[in-house]
């Protein structure tokens, strides 16, 4: 949804967030999607998204919310 703008602007950040917590879970479509996302943003965005998300943990997640 955040990568694409469906239903939204796109937004890199929000997708690299939601892509990382899933990729963590092992979520094999989030990782591709985390390495997809990466190639377009500078490491400091991704780190801040990073941290962004590390609030986040601990949330169950559903499929497609990234």
Do not use: C, I
Request: zero cysteines; hydrophobic letters at 40%.
């Amino acid at each position: 949804m955040h990568r694409k703008g469906e239903g939204m602007a796109p937004n890199p950040a929000r997708a690299f967030m939601w892509f990382s917590l899933a990729a963590k879970r092992g979520d094999a479509k989030a990782k591709a999607g985390l390495r997809e996302v990466s190639k377009t943003m500078p490491p400091a965005e991704m780190s801040q998204a990073e941290a962004t998300g590390a609030g986040l943990r601990g949330l169950e997640l559903s499929s497609g919310a990234y």
